[in-house]
């Protein structure tokens, strides 16, 4: 199971926001697409940042009320942890365990091409251990 056939099932389709929007902005579309980061894009859709909740929240305690009219910019987190579609599951579960965040862009050839939480993780081996038991079930019931 790798991040290829994860995006192939969920879609490839990633919110995304230009460096200079501000936060208030980058909060709305936070809300109202129910997501928890989005993917901050520069030239050529290439990932130049990723701004999480976390981050906002950050910006708030340090600047107030404020910081929602600072640049998404100047709060994103700028060294981002990518993917590409041939990793593994569990190379993405030991990427986001050692660096403690919930969303893997994935990148191709220097391009965004879907973007991987947590979320849709823990979902697909759930299914991989679903789908384990019923074989073993089966062979169990056959043998």
């Known amino acids: 199971m790798n991040v290829k ?3 192939d099932a969920k879609g490839r389709a990633v919110a995304t926001i230009l460096p200079d929007a501000t936060l208030a902005a980058a909060t709305h579309m936070l809300a109202e697409k129910r997501i928890g980061a989005v993917v ?3 030239a ?3 990932v130049a940042g990723i701004l999480s909740e976390r981050d906002i929240v950050r ?4 600047h107030g009320a404020g910081a929602l009219e600072r640049s998404v910019a100047e709060t994103m ?4 942890v990518t993917c590409s579609e041939a990793d593994s599951i569990g190379q993405l579960m030991e990427s986001m365990t050692d660096g403690k965040f919930r969303h893997l ?3 191709e050839g220097g391009r965004l091409v879907g973007i991987i939480s947590i979320g849709d993780v823990v979902k697909r081996r759930l299914a991989e251990i679903e789908s384990e038991a ?3 079930k089966d062979y169990v019931m056959n043998a």
């Not at 910006?59 to 340090?62: A, D, I, Q, T, V």
């Open 40 to 42: 901050v894009t520069g």
């Open 105 to 107: 862009p994935v990148v």
């Open 59 to 62: 910006s708030l305690s340090e």
């Open 134 to 136: 019923n074989a073993l």
């Open 77 to 80: 987190t700028r060294k981002v």
């Open 5 to 7: 056939s994860i995006l």
């Open 44 to 46: 050529g859709h290439s």
